[in-house]
């Protein structure tokens, strides 16, 4: 797993584990998925994502979480 995919684990995770604290314990935990959505389109624009510097730190590579793989032939 590189750093890429493990910052989209890690938000599709907190935005589920929020919705579940939400829908059983009380909806102020929706502030927990709008800070993870605040902070995914922060990280868009500047670039900047303290949850890819700390997984760098783990010793995850970089790659590009997006990359089609190329067709054979």
């Known amino acids: 797993m590189n750093i890429d995919r493990a910052v989209l684990a890690m938000a599709g995770g907190m935005v589920l584990l929020s919705l579940g604290l939400a829908w059983f314990f009380s909806p102020y935990w929706l502030l927990l998925t709008a800070f993870v959505g605040v902070n995914m389109l922060q990280a868009a624009f500047t670039g ?5 510097i700390i997984f760098r730190k783990l010793g995850l590579k970089s790659g590009s979480a997006f990359e089609c793989a190329k067709a054979a032939g």
């Open 48 to 52: 900047f994502c303290p949850a890819a």
